[in-house]
């Protein structure tokens, strides 16, 4: 069975979504932006000055 063939249980408006937010996260990741969106990194985290105005570049 095909992972990406749709199952009878999956609407397509679920694929479209799922498939929509792949593609964000491919352009996020590239961009180096997805921690920021995914909430993988917070502010706090960061312990230097840098990486603090980087998060908050990046987190606009």
């Known amino acids: 069975m095909n992972a990406f063939a749709p199952n009878r249980s999956t609407s397509s408006t679920e694929l ?3 498939r ?3 593609k964000m996260q491919m352009v996020l990741e590239e961009r180096d932006q ?3 969106v995914s909430v993988e990194m ?3 985290q960061c ?14």
Do not use: A, G, N, Y
């Open 20 to 22: 929509e937010r792949f």
């Open 47 to 60: 312990v230097s000055q840098l990486d603090q105005t980087t998060f908050k570049r990046k987190s606009r």
């Open 16 to 18: 479209t979504s799922t």
């Open 42 to 44: 917070k502010v706090e």
């Open 34 to 36: 997805w921690e920021v």
